[in-house]
């Protein structure tokens, strides 16, 4: 690790990115090379780096695969995943063939409505703060949708009102949530203005102080469900099926294993949500919540054997993705993407990620029923366990092959290797 000399960069963000790169450079410690691999990381891409984010200094570039087999809703579909993770595209192609006897992924939405809270504090009687709330509904509606009108020339607009009275630790608050269909965007900033327009109203007809204004990620309003089915031959037996219900069950028991076999989830969830330009921390914060809504966190998936003895996979979790707005219509890569997809509308896409979501979570419960996970994940951590020794060119396939015919996936080992082809012998 470099020691740097200072945090202090005067007037850094308003150099522009290849002279904050230098700055970098001379307080870092960073040698030329080092420079140059940052510059060239983000060829032709510094513009954008420097809109999207502040004090921009180069970008990195991440792996987008395609996964290929899915039919959702009786549509083939090619589905760019964007992801560092080897194993992961693979696992989805792999899942996705094993169901397309049987139609693919069946999905549903709820519809793309979002809310916004609004915090309400130094009442003396929430509860009246909350009724007198209730009274103003429609001003609150006109106020909201006066805020977006390119939002409802679309269709959207404000729709509903959700008024909560919750205990803390200082006491009763009100909380008013404002429930806004916001159709193609995933709509953060929609409502964020809406809540902030309407927060100083609130505030004149209760009397109450009004803190936060911002919407919720656990968008529980705006879920995305799929259903598939294996059929048990494409299993690989009724033991496989077995063994991978008993893995399901013990996911939906034990938060120790369902942090992971969500995460499985989340490997193509968050890698299609990255790969279309939309928010991954969003979306991730809104499946845990919701994970989490019995009172404990459990799977997010439920799984089930069928009349025929079939296994029957279901995913339902908040989906707030957009086509408008964030990075999805700004980074040509994302604009791609969604050409791939062939996607109109956000509630598509929607149904897309939720589909990779599930035949992510068959891929991996049948490789930890069956092999484990490491054997899919040999090949392609051999490659990445050579590269981190410093094989070039031919180097990498050739240690690579040798830690795989080991079946010892070791960075010591991979560097005897290396030296070993170094010296010819
Ligand atoms: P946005 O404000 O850029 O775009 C949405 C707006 O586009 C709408 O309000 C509407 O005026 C307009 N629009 C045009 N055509 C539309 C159509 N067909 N459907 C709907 N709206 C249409 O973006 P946004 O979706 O409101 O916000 C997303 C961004 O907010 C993301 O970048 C996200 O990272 C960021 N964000 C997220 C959080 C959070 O998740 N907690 C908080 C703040 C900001």
């Given at each position: 690790m470099s020691d740097v000399t200072s945090s202090r960069i005067e007037g850094f963000h308003k150099m522009d990115p290849a002279a904050r790169l230098q700055a970098v450079a001379r307080q870092a410690g960073l040698d030329n090379e080092a420079v140059a691999g940052l510059a060239d990381a983000a060829s032709g891409q510094i513009d954008l780096a420097d809109?999207?984010?502040?004090?921009?200094?180069?970008?990195?570039?991440?792996?987008?695969?395609?996964?290929?087999?899915?039919?959702?809703?009786?549509?083939?579909?090619?589905?760019?995943?964007?992801?560092?993770?080897?194993?992961?595209?693979?696992?989805?192609?792999?899942?996705?063939?094993?169901?397309?006897?049987?139609?693919?992924?069946?999905?549903?939405?709820?519809?793309?409505?979002?809310?916004?809270?609004i915090q309400l504090l130094d009442a003396s009687d929430p509860e009246n703060v909350r009724l007198k709330v209730l009274e103003r509904y429609d001003e609150i509606k006109a106020i909201c949708d006066e805020t977006d009108p390119l939002l409802l020339k679309f269709g959207g607009g404000f729709r509903e009102l959700d008024i909560r009275v919750i205990d803390s630790a200082e006491g009763p608050m009100t909380i008013v949530h404002i429930v806004v269909d916001t159709r193609d965007a995933m709509g953060a900033n929609a409502v964020n203005s809406m809540a902030e327009a309407l927060a100083p109203k609130l505030e004149e007809w209760t009397g109450a102080r009004s803190l936060l204004r911002i919407l919720t990620n656990l968008a529980d309003r705006r879920v995305a469900r799929v259903r598939a089915v294996w059929p048990v031959e494409e299993i690989g037996g009724e033991q496989v099926r077995d063994d991978m219900l008993s893995a399901y069950y013990f996911a939906d028991s034990d938060p120790y294993r369902a942090a992971t076999h969500n995460k499985g989830i989340m490997n193509g969830i968050s890698a299609v949500v990255l790969a279309t330009g939309n928010d991954t921390r969003a979306i991730e914060a809104g499946a845990h919540a919701f994970a989490a809504k019995d009172g404990w966190y459990r799977s997010m998936s439920r799984w089930e054997k069928d009349a025929d003895g079939n296994l029957v996979g279901i995913l339902e979790m908040p989906m707030a993705v957009g086509l408008i707005g964030g990075a999805t219509k700004i980074h040509p890569t994302a604009q791609a993407n969604l050409k791939i997809l062939g996607v109109k509308t956000a509630d598509e896409l929607a149904r897309i990620i939720v589909s990779v979501g599930l035949a992510q979570n068959f891929g991996a419960m049948r490789a930890l029923a069956?092999?484990?996970?490491?054997?899919?994940?040999?090949?392609?951590?051999?490659?990445?366990?050579?590269?981190?020794?410093?094989?070039?060119?031919?180097?990498?396939?050739?240690?690579?092959?040798?830690?795989?015919?080991?079946?010892?996936?070791?960075?010591?080992?991979?560097?005897?290797?290396?030296?070993?082809?170094?010296?010819?012998?």
């Open positions: 809109r999207l984010v502040e004090n921009a200094i180069t970008s990195m570039a991440i792996p987008v695969g395609i996964a290929t087999n899915m039919t959702v809703d009786g549509r083939d579909v090619l589905v760019p995943m964007a992801t560092e993770e080897s194993s992961v595209i693979a696992a989805v192609c792999n899942s996705a063939k094993r169901c397309r006897a049987t139609g693919g992924f069946k999905t549903s939405t709820s519809g793309p409505v979002m809310a916004a809270q069956t092999t484990g996970i490491q054997k899919g994940h040999m090949a392609l951590h051999a490659q990445n366990v050579a590269l981190m020794v410093g094989a070039t060119g031919d180097e990498i396939d050739k240690v690579a092959a040798e830690l795989k015919a080991l079946g010892k996936v070791r960075q010591d080992i991979a560097e005897e290797i290396l030296a070993r082809l170094r010296s010819g012998a």
